[in-house]
């Protein structure tokens, strides 16, 4: 099967926030807010992670934070969501738009845990914002 890339239906979008959404609520009701803010998000999932509040199998969760390294690198480059099919099912991905840049952050971290890495998060962040920013300025990968 060819991959296929479209925009998130309302179903999509529905299990896109509610894994967002796990994420956020480890912010106090009065400090939602701060998941606005590129740091804060960098942090929490920092803080996450050096808890150990999530076990190897917890994928859900563990894809939270994958989402929510989405949200952060879309606030970052002006990135958008998308859902990509393949013969492996359909996931949700960020894509530059104009490019063919695709992201899959939701098994970022997830992929690192599995083998037994240490993630840092701000470095995890700054290395695919440059790889995407390289991808972005190369004209092999801009839409035509």
Do not use: C
Request: aromatic letters at 6%.
């Amino acid at each position: 099967m060819e991959q296929r890339v479209d925009k998130p239906t309302g179903e999509d979008l529905l299990r896109i926030e509610a894994q967002r959404d796990w994420v956020r609520n480890h912010f106090s009701p009065d400090a939602l807010h701060k998941y606005d803010l590129l740091p804060e998000k960098l942090r929490l999932l920092q803080v996450i992670l050096d808890a150990g509040w999530i076990e190897r199998g917890e994928t859900v969760k563990l894809q939270s934070l994958g989402i929510t390294l989405g949200d952060a690198l879309v606030q970052e480059l002006g990135m958008e969501w998308v859902m990509v099919e393949d013969e492996y099912g359909r996931d949700p991905a960020i894509r530059l738009p104009g490019t063919t840049v695709i992201l899959f952050p939701l098994t970022m971290i997830s992929k690192r845990l599995e083998r037994a890495e240490a993630v840092n998060v701000v470095e995890l962040f700054n290395g695919v914002r440059k790889l995407a920013q390289a991808m972005a300025a190369d004209p092999d990968y801009r839409l035509h």
